[in-house]
């Protein structure tokens, strides 16, 4: 699948999944052989004009198993294994809904092979955490379970289609074992709802009533509580047929080396009949304009205009590849519009647009925005006028060549990083692309395919499709709001952005960048620094050799590269500053959020955003500017080929930076929308004051207020962002797949001539206070019965201490994490994820907590509670301390592999003054030298560690609707082996 023609609008729906339901799979089209009849057991290349990626072999056995595999090696000598099953939530009849994600998780709870409670730790023997390297997930035409093995030799790939082979047709449905699981099932659709996924549910309800698409994969609960052993069993034997199955193998494989393995695994598997094809999913009523008002627990506005569409279907040919470029120059151009309006007006905050009106089961072009309380009446009519101008205008065609070059970056990075992508990652996209019926083509055809196409995407072809996609014949406008206008409001104030005639865009002019000019050093060539280049080795024997260059570039500036060839084509650049607010009195910290969040608003230095966002389009990624307890930090990533653009971009923010008061003021309406959301909502509010309890309150571990916001201007937020690029110390770091020499002499020659002013003596910040013995209950008005209970154990580690000691704790933590599953999510059905985690805080003289965390509901907010009080330590075996001793070592190893975990690692070093990177060194030999002698010491001593509790609930019980879930008998809702 060429992803240069989906890319764009995946993550515009990702944005606007409150806007409709959409879905990676294809429409249906008049007098076909029915719902889903691409599932029809053939590869799309089967019948399609375009090539399957070489790379890829495809197999198929005689029953019409079919299976991919998938040369890759991140992480080396690892395998993803993927059993893709063609059915979900769409293959349910009014009786069943939920039935296709009841029978995932019952996949986890009795096998032929493997008995009730027993796969979970065969997983933990064999080094896969449980939710990390085996998990599931079930959609409206998919259920896919997932197992990301520890090795690629014959017996752990023999085992791993052993258990997928048991998945495909050997779940039991034990009676017992399917009362168990209801509580955790229910305990899942209760921490996914929300006051947004309520909304969501009315909005579709509406949109597409008398059709399948109102239905969430989670099902009702009428449904669920009715599950039988029987019932599942039937679905399961109906939908679950081998010529409906795809295995993917991704990783350090050959299909020579598991072909025969794939035969013997799944040759015999039948299920005897025909699959069958889902009955009719139903056509929602299309026409007209229809407005609706939206209560949601926002203090600012959401607006919503989504225009439907037919379902069809178009199998992936190359025109279908041109329709979907076509459509992602519309996206791109309107979303560029959308972006023009706001900088010149100032209306709304994030607007979106999304083209994805001629693919998915509920095509629409739809767009999305926020704005402040009572914006909604000058935003929707200029959202009007902006259609209105694009359809009567069309796109120039310089806007066009902007998106097609756009388009062209982006694919070509892709074939470049391809070979960055982890397993898992490479077997997501395998899974996505077959079941959306598209051709899994190579990354080098994508590229050679676009630059065919390219000159056919005219500027008349283009305008045609927009006029068409314009026309306007179905429009749903919605307003979210605390006060929700009545539809008649929101009807008069889009046909008032209608009735004006709007004129044609006007381009506007841009800086060209880099605008700034150059440090005398840059215009000469590269030269080499005359200082020492100190150079560490932070490697493990037998794996990929890490080096760490540290030089000084001038008195002032420090200089780290980190070359590093995780991702092919990728780099990172970062220039830190000062030692952050943690020290200074909370009228400075509230300034320093302010400047934050102003500054996420704005451009580079004087570009504007659309400009910027230009500029990130030519780097392959966005720099961010934050100021944090620590230090403050100017970063990129982005592509390594424009090391240099990336090094200017960060230099001329740190130079030139430009906050603006239109920045001040989105940044304002951004913290207005989202204040009542943190204050009223038990999701929010666990977020935030739920940890800052912890903290004893303390003003660096607060969010910013609106009322402390408001009360300081730009002038205020640009003296702060001047004065902090004079303070000490100031490190650049370059990191990724880059050349050091060439590396070092950028970082010289853009950043050697920094000057900074000599720090006044600064006091330590005050100690937090842990509230021991206390405990805080909240009550929120939330509109969902949602619970958040946490319980924390103070015992400090010192950031020099015993890493033997650390890792002991660590290993405690998750066996209390391995109990919280058994008892709170198995046993009692009172929560689908507790957590349980030893956290160090070096920066805060050693302050460290276990912490857990149980979401739960208000009913059962009680037990959980007086559960967490009946915690002890227990004498631990050495069976229980291997098995979960060996997914944390496969986490270590996997993250020794990932470019983030030594960015993060030297960013912490550089933060704390501690040697993390040395330290590293060690991890694994401390996890595997650990007896359960210590282990048992370290769980003693954290639970007899002083402790308090914080609770939130909502105050008020929801309304009976899908949205609510009520609890089964605790001690009938006991077991269940799926996470997602």
Same mark, same amino acid.
């Given at each position: 699948?060429?992803?240069?023609?989906?890319?764009?609008?995946?993550?515009?729906?990702?944005?606007?999944?409150?806007?409709?339901?959409?879905?990676?799979?294809?429409?249906?089209?008049?007098?076909?052989?029915?719902?889903?009849?691409?599932?029809?057991?053939?590869?799309?290349?089967?019948?399609?004009?375009?090539?399957?990626?070489?790379?890829?072999?495809?197999?198929?056995?005689?029953?019409?198993?079919?299976?991919?595999?998938?040369?890759?090696?991140?992480?080396?000598?690892?395998?993803?294994?993927?059993?893709?099953?063609?059915?979900?939530?769409?293959?349910?009849?009014?009786?069943?809904?939920?039935?296709?994600?009841?029978?995932?998780?019952?996949?986890?709870?009795?096998?032929?092979?493997?008995?009730?409670?027993?796969?979970?730790?065969?997983?933990?023997?064999?080094?896969?955490?449980?939710?990390?390297?085996?998990?599931?997930?079930?959609?409206?035409?998919?259920?896919?379970?997932?197992?990301?093995?520890?090795?690629?030799?014959?017996?752990?790939?023999?085992?791993?289609?052993?258990?997928?082979?048991?998945?495909?047709?050997?779940?039991?449905?034990?009676?017992?074992?399917?009362?168990?699981?209801?509580?955790?099932?229910?305990?899942?659709?209760?921490?996914?709802?929300?006051?947004?996924?309520?909304?969501?549910?009315?909005?579709?309800?509406?949109?597409?009533?008398?059709?399948?698409?109102?239905?969430?994969?989670?099902?009702?609960?009428?449904?669920?509580?009715?599950?039988?052993?029987?019932?599942?069993?039937?679905?399961?034997?109906?939908?679950?047929?081998?010529?409906?199955?795809?295995?993917?193998?991704?990783?350090?494989?050959?299909?020579?080396?598991?072909?025969?393995?794939?035969?013997?695994?799944?040759?015999?598997?039948?299920?005897?009949?025909?699959?069958?094809?889902?009955?009719?999913?139903?056509?929602?009523?299309?026409?007209?304009?229809?407005?609706?008002?939206?209560?949601?627990?926002?203090?600012?506005?959401?607006?919503?205009?989504?225009?439907?569409?037919?379902?069809?279907?178009?199998?992936?040919?190359?025109?279908?590849?041109?329709?979907?470029?076509?459509?992602?120059?519309?996206?791109?151009?309107?979303?560029?519009?959308?972006?023009?309006?706001?900088?010149?007006?100032?209306?709304?905050?994030?607007?979106?647009?999304?083209?994805?009106?001629?693919?998915?089961?509920?095509?629409?072009?739809?767009?999305?925005?926020?704005?402040?309380?009572?914006?909604?009446?000058?935003?929707?009519?200029?959202?009007?006028?902006?259609?209105?101008?694009?359809?009567?205008?069309?796109?120039?065609?310089?806007?066009?060549?902007?998106?097609?070059?756009?388009?062209?970056?982006?694919?070509?990075?892709?074939?470049?990083?391809?070979?960055?992508?982890?397993?898992?990652?490479?077997?997501?996209?395998?899974?996505?692309?077959?079941?959306?019926?598209?051709?899994?083509?190579?990354?080098?055809?994508?590229?050679?395919?676009?630059?065919?196409?390219?000159?056919?995407?005219?500027?008349?072809?283009?305008?045609?499709?927009?006029?068409?996609?314009?026309?306007?014949?179905?429009?749903?406008?919605?307003?979210?709001?605390?006060?929700?206008?009545?539809?008649?409001?929101?009807?008069?104030?889009?046909?008032?952005?209608?009735?004006?005639?709007?004129?044609?865009?006007?381009?506007?002019?841009?800086?060209?960048?880099?605008?700034?000019?150059?440090?005398?050093?840059?215009?000469?060539?590269?030269?080499?620094?005359?200082?020492?280049?100190?150079?560490?080795?932070?490697?493990?024997?037998?794996?990929?050799?890490?080096?760490?260059?540290?030089?000084?570039?001038?008195?002032?500036?420090?200089?780290?590269?980190?070359?590093?060839?995780?991702?092919?084509?990728?780099?990172?650049?970062?220039?830190?500053?000062?030692?952050?607010?943690?020290?200074?009195?909370?009228?400075?910290?509230?300034?320093?959020?302010?400047?934050?969040?102003?500054?996420?608003?704005?451009?580079?230095?004087?570009?504007?955003?659309?400009?910027?966002?230009?500029?990130?389009?030519?780097?392959?990624?966005?720099?961010?500017?934050?100021?944090?307890?620590?230090?403050?930090?100017?970063?990129?990533?982005?592509?390594?080929?424009?090391?240099?653009?990336?090094?200017?971009?960060?230099?001329?923010?740190?130079?030139?930076?430009?906050?603006?008061?239109?920045?001040?003021?989105?940044?304002?309406?951004?913290?207005?929308?989202?204040?009542?959301?943190?204050?009223?909502?038990?999701?929010?509010?666990?977020?935030?004051?739920?940890?800052?309890?912890?903290?004893?309150?303390?003003? #660096?571990?607060?969010?910013?207020?609106?009322?402390? /916001? $408001?009360? %300081?201007?730009? &002038?205020?937020? +640009? @003296?702060?962002?001047?004065?902090?690029?004079?303070?000490?110390?100031?490190?650049?770091?370059?990191?990724?797949?880059?050349?050091?020499?060439?590396?070092?002499?950028?970082?010289?020659?853009?950043?050697?001539?920094?000057?900074?002013?000599?720090?006044?003596?600064?006091?330590?910040?005050?100690?937090?206070?842990?509230?021991?013995?206390?405990?805080?209950?909240?009550?929120?008005?939330?509109?969902?019965?949602?619970?958040?209970?946490?319980?924390?154990?103070?015992?400090?580690?010192?950031?020099?201490?015993? #890493?033997?000691?650390?890792?002991?704790?660590?290993? /405690? $933590?998750? %066996?209390?994490? &391995?109990?919280? +599953? @058994?008892?709170?999510?198995?046993?009692?059905?009172?929560?689908?994820?507790?957590?349980?985690?030893?956290?160090?805080?070096?920066?805060?003289?050693?302050?460290?907590?276990?912490?857990?965390?149980?979401?739960?509901?208000?009913?059962?907010?009680?037990?959980?509670?007086?559960?967490?009080?009946?915690?002890?330590?227990?004498?631990?075996?050495?069976?229980?301390?291997?098995?979960?001793?060996?997914?944390?070592?496969?986490?270590?190893?996997?993250?020794?592999?990932?470019?983030?975990?030594?960015?993060?690692?030297?960013?912490?070093?550089?933060?704390?003054?501690?040697?993390?990177?040395?330290?590293?060194?060690?991890?694994?030999?401390?996890?595997?030298?650990?007896?359960?002698?210590?282990?048992?010491?370290?769980?003693?001593?954290?639970?007899?560690?002083?402790?308090?509790?914080?609770?939130?609930?909502?105050?008020?019980?929801?309304?009976?609707?899908?949205?609510?879930?009520?609890?089964?008998?605790?001690?009938?809702?006991?077991?269940?082996?799926?996470?997602?």
């Amino acid at each position: 699948m060429p992803i240069f023609l989906t890319e764009s609008i995946l993550a515009l729906c990702i944005v606007l999944t409150a806007l409709t339901s959409t879905s990676f799979a294809k429409n249906i089209v008049a007098n076909s052989p029915g719902e889903a009849f691409w599932y029809d057991g053939k590869w799309a290349h089967e019948h399609s004009d375009l090539p399957p990626d070489p790379a890829i072999t495809f197999g198929r056995l005689p029953n019409g198993f079919r299976y991919a595999v998938i040369p890759n090696a991140k992480p080396s000598g690892r395998v993803s294994m993927y059993l893709n099953v063609q059915a979900g939530s769409l293959m349910e009849t009014p009786s069943e809904l939920g039935y296709a994600h009841y029978i995932e998780h019952m996949a986890f709870n009795g096998t032929r092979n493997f008995a009730p409670g027993s796969l979970i730790p065969f997983f933990q023997r064999h080094g896969m955490s449980f939710g990390g390297d085996t998990n599931a997930h079930t959609a409206w035409a998919e259920t896919v379970f997932k197992l990301n093995l520890t090795s690629c030799d014959t017996s752990t790939l023999a085992m791993g289609m052993k258990i997928l082979r048991d998945f495909a047709d050997g779940i039991q449905f034990a009676p017992q074992e399917v009362a168990k699981e209801l509580g955790v099932i229910l305990a899942e659709k209760n921490v996914r709802d929300s006051e947004a996924m309520a909304s969501k549910r009315q909005r579709t309800a509406r949109l597409y009533a008398g059709t399948a698409f109102v239905n969430q994969p989670i099902g009702t609960e009428d449904c669920i509580r009715g599950a039988t052993s029987e019932r599942l069993k039937a679905f399961y034997r109906k939908w679950y047929h081998p010529e409906r199955m795809i295995l993917v193998i991704a990783g350090s494989v050959t299909a020579d080396q598991v072909s025969q393995l794939v035969k013997n695994s799944f040759a015999d598997m039948v299920n005897p009949g025909p699959a069958p094809f889902p009955p009719s999913w139903g056509e929602a009523r299309l026409g007209g304009i229809q407005a609706q008002g939206e209560q949601r627990a926002i203090s600012g506005e959401e607006l919503s205009v989504i225009m439907r569409f037919p379902r069809m279907h178009q199998r992936d040919t190359r025109q279908n590849q041109q329709n979907q470029l076509v459509d992602s120059v519309l996206g791109y151009c309107m979303q560029r519009r959308l972006l023009e309006r706001d900088q010149r007006d100032n209306l709304w905050n994030n607007a979106r647009f999304a083209a994805n009106w001629r693919q998915g089961l509920t095509p629409s072009a739809a767009m999305g925005l926020t704005t402040h309380p009572g914006g909604w009446q000058q935003a929707l009519p200029a959202l009007a006028q902006e259609l209105k101008r694009a359809a009567t205008h069309g796109f120039t065609r310089q806007e066009i060549s902007q998106a097609l070059d756009f388009a062209e970056k982006r694919i070509s990075r892709f074939k470049e990083q391809r070979l960055g992508m982890s397993n898992a990652d490479v077997a997501d996209q395998f899974v996505r692309t077959a079941n959306a019926d598209y051709v899994q083509t190579a990354p080098a055809f994508d590229l050679d395919l676009f630059r065919l196409l390219r000159p056919s995407i005219t500027e008349d072809v283009v305008n045609a499709a927009l006029r068409s996609m314009l026309a306007m014949d179905d429009v749903f406008l919605a307003v979210g709001s605390a006060t929700p206008p009545d539809a008649a409001a929101i009807l008069a104030a889009w046909q008032d952005g209608l009735a004006a005639q709007p004129a044609p865009a006007v381009q506007t002019k841009s800086i060209a960048f880099p605008y700034l000019e150059l440090p005398p050093a840059a215009s000469a060539p590269a030269a080499s620094t005359d200082a020492p280049i100190a150079s560490r080795d932070l490697s493990q024997p037998g794996s990929t050799a890490v080096t760490l260059l540290q030089t000084r570039l001038s008195d002032a500036v420090e200089c780290y590269v980190l070359p590093l060839n995780f991702e092919p084509n990728k780099a990172s650049v970062q220039l830190l500053f000062g030692k952050g607010y943690a020290n200074l009195p909370g009228s400075i910290i509230a300034l320093a959020q302010t400047a934050n969040a102003t500054l996420s608003e704005g451009g580079i230095g004087a570009l504007s955003r659309l400009e910027t966002q230009k500029l990130s389009e030519r780097m392959g990624g966005r720099v961010g500017e934050m100021h944090g307890p620590n230090n403050a930090i100017i970063s990129v990533e982005g592509d390594s080929r424009q090391l240099e653009l990336l090094v200017q971009a960060v230099w001329t923010q740190f130079s030139d930076p430009q906050p603006e008061a239109g920045d001040l003021q989105r940044a304002l309406r951004k913290l207005e929308a989202q204040n009542r959301k943190q204050t009223e909502t038990v999701e929010d509010v666990s977020k935030i004051a739920g940890q800052a309890f912890f903290y004893g309150n303390a003003r #660096r571990y607060q969010p910013l207020k609106p009322e402390e /916001a $408001a009360s %300081l201007g730009i &002038d205020d937020v +640009r @003296r702060f962002i001047s004065a902090s690029r004079k303070k000490e110390p100031v490190r650049v770091i370059l990191s990724g797949d880059i050349d050091p020499n060439t590396a070092i002499s950028l970082a010289k020659r853009y950043f050697s001539h920094i000057t900074t002013q000599p720090a006044a003596v600064e006091e330590k910040p005050a100690p937090l206070e842990f509230p021991a013995g206390k405990s805080a209950n909240i009550l929120v008005p939330d509109s969902v019965d949602q619970a958040v209970v946490r319980k924390a154990w103070r015992l400090d580690f010192a950031p020099q201490g015993n #890493r033997e000691v650390l890792a002991a704790r660590q290993l /405690a $933590a998750a %066996l209390l994490r &391995d109990k919280l +599953r @058994r008892d709170l999510r198995e046993r009692m059905g009172a929560s689908y994820s507790p957590s349980a985690f030893y956290r160090t805080m070096p920066n805060e003289g050693g302050y460290t907590l276990l912490q857990i965390d149980v979401h739960t509901n208000r009913e059962q907010m009680g037990q959980v509670t007086e559960y967490l009080g009946t915690l002890a330590p227990w004498k631990v075996s050495q069976q229980e301390l291997d098995r979960l001793r060996l997914p944390m070592l496969t986490q270590v190893q996997t993250s020794r592999t990932n470019t983030q975990y030594w960015q993060r690692m030297l960013l912490t070093e550089l933060a704390t003054g501690y040697p993390y990177l040395e330290w590293s060194k060690t991890t694994e030999s401390n996890l595997q030298n650990c007896t359960k002698e210590a282990v048992t010491e370290a769980l003693k001593d954290l639970l007899a560690a002083p402790s308090a509790i914080w609770t939130v609930a909502a105050h008020s019980q929801p309304s009976t609707d899908q949205g609510k879930s009520a609890r089964p008998n605790p001690s009938k809702a006991n077991t269940a082996k799926e996470s997602k």
